[in-house]
Nanobody, 121 residues
Framework: VQLQASGGGLVQAGGSLKLSCTAS????????MGWYRQVPGKQRELVAA???????DYTDSVTGRFTISRDNAKNTVTLQMNRLKPEDTAVYYC????????????????WGQGTQVTVSS
């Protein structure tokens, strides 16, 4: 199983960016997909997550500015980030909690490679 993330980059404060992530491989079902972010010296934190039924969860600092969405048919999760702030600067990682197509339908968590988001003031 692989998670391929795209998007990110450099944007001025108040601008927008969109991150996308597609999961591929020996997947039986994906439960939750989400985005985390990490800055040097700090722990990775959850930004937003979406379940297979469409329920979403956001960290307080991005509520009202970021929107997470998911295409179950394409195993893709997207994070639309609006009204970006310098404090949103971080490496963003996509995440998938899924079951693989083995005999036991083993549950595993996978991470994408990380994409840099930089917001200038």
């Amino acid at each position: 199983v692989q998670l391929q993330a795209s998007g990110g980059g450099l944007v001025q404060a108040g601008g927008s960016l969109k991150l996308s992530c597609t999961a591929s491989g020996n997947i039986f079902v994906i439960n939750t997909m989400g985005w985390y972010r990490q800055v040097p010296g700090k722990q990775r934190e959850l930004v937003a997550a979406v379940t297979s039924s469409g329920s979403t969860d956001y960290t307080d600092s991005v509520t009202g500015r970021f929107t997470i969405s998911r295409d179950n048919a394409k195993n893709t999760v997207t994070l639309q980030m609006n009204r970006l702030k310098p404090e949103d600067t971080a490496v963003y990682y996509c995440n998938a909690d899924l079951r693989v197509k083995d005999f036991w339908r083993t549950q595993r968590v996978y991470w994408g490679q990380g994409t840099q988001v930089t917001v200038s003031s």
